[in-house]
Each structure stands twice: as structure tokens, then as C-alpha cells.
């Protein structure tokens, strides 16, 4: 069932996030009434993040008591609460009881969102049944619907960037799809990394131009990830609870999400005259917008 929000609820919730922005940067008026620059505005959203607590690499992430991922001196890692902070200036709504930490290359920018949610054993028997042409139907009638309940500029499913895939090894399933909006295309490539007791989501933040190049990096990254001690898809034994879904619905979104609903778009012109994408689904919201936005020029 899709997740109504109504357009009241929309509209306050853009405002409240653009009273964050203009907070978050520092936006002031000059005695002409000028506004900052987009260079001025970059600058000052970089030192921001900059100063938040990072874990420099070399080193290891501690996902809470869940998981840990080792990260080489090319990296840096925000963990749990911080995490939180860093993904809130960006203007992300995240449900901040299951942010475990965020990775981001120092080098080309991209971003790792760590996140668990505690359903319980999710069984695979559907690893060979995940109908890409179904799912992807599913999801063009979800944002078909969203188009249909709202003002902004509609949305359109252009198709599989990466179709969901799973693998029996590392209990891995991994996909993207293609949007687009006022003639610009976006996507957020998802990987759900089953466990022993729920589903650690995880979430690459990058640049379209950029995804292809950064994706070999991205899953060479994450192959040093790995479950606590009890933790792990293995490790699962008799009486341990079981989710209420399975593969199928992780792609569609998940139980806590019911079905996708993507699409909801505002333009904040007296900001950054751009459009920032609100994506209703997991945790990032506007992450991918804000980083094109702020990474301009970052590489060589």
C-alpha cells in the first residue's frame, strides 16, 4: 500500500528543510541585499562537514555491535550520531535509531550510508524468482501514482541501472534504477547485506556522470565488510525470528515501506536555484543532489 503524505504535510516539511539549509550554510543578506555565491555557499557547507568528528583511515568501522568494515587512508568514517549530522546537512530525513555510520572517499567524493533494520532471518528461497520486469512495473505504478497526487514536476521510471541480483556467498542483494525528473536523471544504488538477525542497508551517494567509475570501487570496498561473531546469515539458528518478507519485497521497498514511493521534488530557488530530489525510500533523501552540487571541480 502506498504511503500517503499529504501536500500540507509536503509543503511544511520543504519549509522546515529549507529554514535548515539557509541555517545549516549561514545564509545571510550583505547590506544590498546580495546573497552568497555558490562558491561562498560551497565553501562553507565543505568546512562544515569538515569539522564534524571523522575517523581518518587507515582503520576499522564499528557498525554498533553489528558489523565492521576496514577502510584504507583513501577514506573517512562517521559513525552512528554523527553520521546523522553529516546526513541532516544535507538535508536527508533519516530515522536516526538505524543510521550505523557513513564512509566517504576522500578522493572522488562518494558516500556509504550504513544502515540496520532489526526484522529478523530474512529467508532467500526467492533468489531465483526476482522478476526484474515485475518489480520494475511496480515501480512505475507507484510513481505513477505519486505523479498523479501532486503539483511538482512528475517523475519517470527510465529503467534498470543495475536489476537486482543476489548473491548466495556473500547474501548480498544489490540493484538501481534509472529516474528522472525536469530532464534530469538520478539514481541510488542499493545493496542489502542479509543477516544473521535483520538487513544491514546500504546505500551508495554518487554522481550519475560518475556511478559506472565508482562502482567497481564501491563493491571493492564493501567486500571487507563483515558481521560480528553471531551476527552473520550463517549463523542463523532454529527458534531465531524470521522476517515476514523476503527478497522481492526488500527490492519493492520492504514491509516498513510497504511499496516505493518516490518522486517528491521542490525547487528552492532563493537557495540554490536547483532542484533537490526528496527520494522516499531508505535513507537518502536529497544526498545525491547536494553532492553534485558541492562536489563540482573535486575531480581531476
Do not use: C
Not at 565543505?46 to 583511515?57: D, I, T
Not at 546537512?89 to 550504513?114: C, Q
Not at 543495475?162 to 534504477?177: Q, S
Not at 559506472?212 to 525470528?241: H, V
Amino acid at each position: 500500500m502506498m504511503r500517503r503524505h499529504p501536500i500540507a504535510g509536503v509543503l511544511t516539511r520543504l519549509l522546515l528543510l529549507s529554514l535548515l539549509l539557509v541555517r545549516a550554510f549561514g545564509q545571510k543578506a550583505d547590506a544590498d541585499g546580495g546573497r552568497p555565491s555558490e562558491a561562498e555557499l560551497k565553501a562553507k557547507y565543505e568546512a562544515a562537514v569538515n569539522k564534524l568528528p571523522w575517523s581518518q583511515g587507515p582503520g576499522e568501522a564499528k557498525l554498533s555491535d553489528r558489523a565492521t568494515i576496514p577502510y584504507g587512508s583513501d577514506f573517512r568514517f562517521l559513525a552512528s550520531k554523527d553520521a546523522v549530522r553529516r546526513l541532516k546537512m544535507s538535508g536527508n530525513r533519516v530515522n536516526e535509531d538505524e543510521i550505523l555510520g557513513l564512509l566517504e572517499s576522500k578522493v572522488d567524493k562518494w558516500w556509504v550510508v550504513f544502515q540496520f533494520e532489526e526484522v529478523g532471518y530474512i529467508k532467500d528461497d526467492e533468489k531465483n524468482d526476482l522478476n526484474a520486469d515485475k518489480l520494475l512495473d511496480s515501480y512505475k505504478q507507484g510513481v505513477e501514482q505519486d505523479n498523479a497526487e501532486r503539483d511538482e514536476s512528475p517523475t519517470k521510471v527510465i529503467g534498470w541501472h543495475t536489476p537486482p541480483k543476489y548473491d548466495e556467498t556473500t547474501h548480498n542483494l544489490e540493484w538501481a534504477i534509472t529516474f528522472e525528473t525536469a530532464g534530469e536523471q538520478y539514481v541510488n544504488h542499493n545493496v542489502r547485506v542479509l543477516g544473521r538477525k535483520g538487513v544491514m542497508k546500504v546505500v551508495l551517494v554518487e554522481d550519475m556522470a560518475n556511478l559506472d567509475k565508482t562502482l567497481p570501487k564501491f563493491r571493492a570496498a564493501l567486500g571487507t565488510f563483515k558481521f560480528q561473531t553471531g551476527e552473520s546469515y550463517g549463523e542463523y539458528k532454529p527458534g531465531d525470528k524470521v522476517a515476514k518478507y523476503g527478497l522481492t519485497a526488500l527490492v519493492a521497498g520492504g514491509a516498513a515501506l510497504g511499496a516505493a514511493k518516490l518522486g517528491l521534488f521542490a525547487k528552492f530557488g532563493l537557495i540554490f536555484k536547483k532542484f533537490f530530489k526528496f527520494i522516499i525510500m531508505g535513507v537518502v533523501a536529497i544526498g545525491a543532489a547536494i553532492k553534485k552540487l558541492f562536489s563540482r571541480g573535486d575531480r581531476n
